[in-house]
Nanobody
C-alpha cells in the first residue's frame, strides 16, 4: 500500500512563498508521474502541476504557470511544490497524488490512483 503524506502548508500574506512537500512510502512505490491538486470547499478538485521522475516532463495549470514549480528528490521519495507570488485565490487544500500509469497524461483527478490527506494553504490579502 502506498502512502503519501503532505506537509508545508500554512498561512502567508499575498506575494509570499511556501514550499509543500509530499513524502511517499509503502510497498511497491515506484511511480513515474506524480502531481499536485487543490480544492476549495464546494468546488471540484483542480489540477495544479505534475512531473515525471526524469524531470523532462512537467505540466502546470494556467493559473499557476510562472509562479509554481514542481520538483522531486528521488532518493528521499519526495515531491515538492514551490509556490511563489502567492495570491488569495491560491487558498485551498493541496493534495499530492500518484498514478499507476507510467506516462503523465491529463492533469485530472481521475488519472491518479493514490492520494494524500492534504495540507491547507491560506493566502491573506
Amino acid at each position: 500500500q502506498v502512502q503519501l503524506v503532505e506537509s508545508g502548508g500554512g498561512t502567508v500574506q499575498a506575494g509570499g512563498s511556501l514550499r509543500l512537500s509530499c513524502k511517499a512510502s509503502g510497498v511497491g512505490y515506484d511511480h513515474n508521474c506524480m502531481g499536485w491538486f487543490r480544492q476549495v470547499p464546494g468546488k471540484e478538485l483542480e489540477g495544479v502541476a505534475q512531473r515525471n521522475k526524469g524531470g523532462d516532463y512537467e505540466a502546470y495549470a494556467d493559473s499557476v504557470k510562472g509562479r509554481f514549480i514542481a520538483s522531486r528528490d528521488l532518493g528521499k521519495r519526495t515531491l515538492y511544490l514551490q509556490m511563489n507570488s502567492l495570491k488569495p485565490e491560491d487558498t485551498a487544500r493541496y493534495f499530492c497524488a500518484a498514478t499507476n500509469s507510467w506516462h503523465c497524461g491529463l492533469l485530472t483527478p481521475s488519472a491518479y490512483n493514490y492520494w494524500g490527506q492534504g495540507t491547507q494553504v491560506t493566502v491573506s490579502s
